[in-house]
């Protein structure tokens, strides 16, 4: 006898009715399937339709299940009467079509399929889904960075190497940065989503059926792209893996991003600062400003290392004939969730992040991190090597922190004497000439390679990656009409089987 109406908060109670299969495996079952109760309906409708096509199933009794199959997903998951005792949704939808056309149409449903491909075509379909929310995610991040580099197209910080400044760079140029690593994530996605958009459904358990079916309609009617072709391998859920592995750089390029500004908002650093919204404060230290959102973006992303791991170990079980442990696993939705919720607070902080140009400046002017543009006017200019214009620069800075003397009271009296010491021989320079090399604007300016920090390539690397956004988004897109023309395919599909 069916019980009460199902909600994904409802849970048996532990009693002489109510076994432990029930508690621990039939109702987290359930609990999972009603997130996927359409896609449900969605498969039961397009097996149909194929049966009726290929005769395989009398015309009469698809005129029946049809209709009542649409009620039953129009009316929702919450309407659905759940019987606890049965396991899965496709017995509780046989059930409820049972009470409505008897047993025999019922039971048609179940032609030339298992629950396995079943199962395996709506985790498929799900999961498809869920990535291209995530993928969404990616997009708009990808958008904000952009949008910030606009903001901050003129902004010269210091970049460093083993924590140590080594050259003047430009912030929108460290933000494109980003959007160029959430392109190859967007890439990792897309192959993912192509494993996942695959048919298992007609693999019909494990070896196939004997029954006329069509895997080819099927396949067009629910919006994938091609078939499992390989029956043995229909419940196979290799496409989570695909999923979380990309998932995962998508996380370690966030933690990145928030590592470095977390450092950067230091004190000691103080090149950018975040709004109150985005910060916590102390209870015990009233000065402080605490970066809560960028640690909470750090503290994410440390189980993420672990998703690819956990997913294989998982899968490993007992080979190829363990079904259970080869179905997707339990952290996907999790990763899927954390991943989507991370991007879109990513992406509120590069809007929202502010640039301390005085701190930067003061640095900078401080710094050496300019030397190499002085190395690379000896060779240009001197006719040094690579080699020995390192030197003599070498030299002049040791010379300089020795007396204590900065960057501004550099003269080229000093970089002749560096010279000699380390060549043997005067390289002559005037003093307009030494500071405009070590100026960081100036060096900025005159960076001209390909994908540099020079003002013309910072335009160009963000045409691209405008281009690219556009690329990304019409790609989503395309993939949902799918989706929809699948649905609209299946639709046109269900008026002609109900014709008389």
Known sequence: MPGPVATSETKPVMS???TPFQIYHSWPSQKSECKQFDDFCWIDLAHVVMLVEQNTVEKSVGQKLLPALQDIRTQGYNRLPIDPYKESLLYQVESALGQKLGDHVAGALHTA???IDQRATVGRMYYRRILLQVMDHICQFQENLVAAAHEHSSRIIPYH???QQAQPGNFAHYLLSFAAKLQEDFERCQEAYSRVNRNPLGTVGRSGTGLRIDRERTTKLLGFDSCVKHS???KDADFAADIVAALSFVMYHLNDFATDLHLWSSNEFGFVQLPDTFCGTSSIFPQKRNPV??????????????WLSSTLATFRGAGTGDHRVHGIPSHLDQALETTSDMLILAGLVASEVQVNDARVKEVLGESWSTTSNLADFLMQNRGLSIRQAHGVVARLVRMCRETGLS???VTADMLEEASLISLGQKVEMTEEDLHEALDPESFVRTRTSAGSVGPAEINSLTELAEDLLLE??????????KHLKAEQLLKEAIVE???P
């Open 407 to 409: 960057k501004g009271q």
């Open 161 to 163: 190497t083993h924590m």
């Open 113 to 115: 399929r298992s629950r």
């Open 472 to 481: 990304n988004r019409n790609w989503v897109m395309e993939s949902r009409g």
């Open 16 to 18: 002489a009715n109510n």
């Open 497 to 499: 089987v109900l014709k």
């Open 232 to 234: 043995l391998l229909g």
């Open 293 to 306: 959102t960028l640690e909470t973006i750090k503290l994410a992303a440390g189980p993420s290392v672990a």
